[in-house]
Nanobody
């Protein structure tokens, strides 16, 4: 069973920055894709950014140019640097890991962008 430990959420003013981190442990298989999703109240969960084991990245259009995803394959960690945050970025952010045929989720961390 894979455990995901997230950190870094919080309250930030519009235009500010936050960095989310996620550490994965316990996987029997190599981790293929690591990423971040978010879910705002009343909305569906959506992909924010993902990175493959080879370093290929994928971003939601709404965060391109503002968010950067990075990964450490040796440590099985993934980070999301979020800059120029807006109130529309307010959501619970979930770490996601795909290993072999399995899909794992973190417990979620709240990001609130408000003045």
């Amino acid at each position: 069973q894979v455990q995901l430990v997230e950190s870094g959420g919080g309250l930030v003013q519009p235009g500010g920055s936050l960095r989310l981190s996620c550490a994965a442990s316990g996987s029997r298989f190599s981790i293929n894709v690591m990423g971040w999703y978010r879910q705002a109240p009343g909305k569906e969960r959506e992909l924010v950014a993902a990175v493959s084991s080879s370093g290929s990245t994928n971003y939601a259009d709404s965060v391109k140019g503002r968010f950067t995803i990075s990964r450490d394959n040796a440590l099985n960690t993934v980070a999301l640097q979020m800059n120029s945050l807006t109130p529309e970025d307010t959501a619970v952010y979930y770490c996601n890991v795909q290993a072999y045929l399995y899909n794992y989720w973190g417990q979620g961390t709240q990001v609130t962008v408000s003045s």
